[in-house]
């Protein structure tokens, strides 16, 4: 995935989750709680209990769009 397709799906203002290569979704049901590295090649996301996941655009596979009912967070 390249930096601008996270920030596309970011500025959307939609849910959307994040599908990595090892078969994990990250859950984004908000602007708030996802950022991006400064170089663009590292993501964080951060779940509902404030844990949070440093991701690797590099191993990205997908985006997909969500309902903010349905959590794919892992």
Not at 1 to 12: F, G, K, L, N, T
Not at 45 to 70: N, Q
């Amino acid at each position: 995935m390249s930096r601008s397709q996270v920030e596309a799906a970011i500025e959307s203002g939609n849910p959307f989750s994040l599908r990595m290569a090892d078969g994990n979704e990250y859950f984004v049901p908000h602007r708030d709680y996802i950022s991006l590295s400064p170089k663009g090649t590292f993501a964080t996301v951060y779940d509902d209990d404030e844990k949070f996941y440093v991701l690797s655009l590099l191993t990205m596979t997908g985006i997909a769009s969500s309902t903010a009912s349905s959590n794919a967070s892992s």
